[in-house]
């Protein structure tokens, strides 16, 4: 078992920051891809924001290219997401998810919204 504890969110303003953290803890040792998806108010699909491998190549959504910079620490099983010139359009509930011996977990999720 994994557990997937996510903090860091708030409401900012357009072309504010904010950066959110993902600790992991249980079941780690297996882990190798960790996480970032969001979901828009008012849509039921989780869109790919940002995902890191345990050497630290990094995967990113159109939508976040050059704003949202992705980070690991692998000794504390914990992975950053730096936002920075933050859009309404960011606006949604994002969720931490890892993928470990076949299975899938997501975290709790944290609200950012961007106020224009």
């Known amino acids: 078992q994994v557990q997937l504890v996510e ?5 900012v303003q357009a072309g504010g920051s904010l950066r959110l953290s993902c600790a992991a ?6 882990i190798n891809v960790m996480g970032w998806y969001r979901q828009a108010p008012g849509t039921q699909q989780r869109e790919l924001v940002a995902s890191i491998n345990s050497g630290g190549s990094t995967t990113y959504g ?15 099983n914990t992975v950053y997401l730096q936002m920075n010139s ?3 359009e960011d606006t949604a509930v994002y969720y931490c ?8 977990y997501w975290g709790q999720g944290t609200q950012v919204t961007v106020s224009s």
């Not at 903090?7 to 409401?11: C, E, K, N, P």
């Not at 803890?25 to 297996?30: A, I, L, N, R």
């Not at 159109?62 to 504390?76: E, M, P, Q």
């Not at 890892?98 to 899938?104: D, F, I, K, M, Y």
């Open 25 to 30: 803890s249980g079941s780690t040792f297996s």
């Open 86 to 88: 933050l859009k309404p």
């Open 62 to 76: 159109d939508s976040v290219k050059g704003r949202f910079t992705l980070s690991r620490d692998n000794a504390k």
């Open 7 to 11: 903090s860091g969110g708030g409401l």
């Open 97 to 104: 998810r890892t993928v470990t011996s076949g299975r899938l």
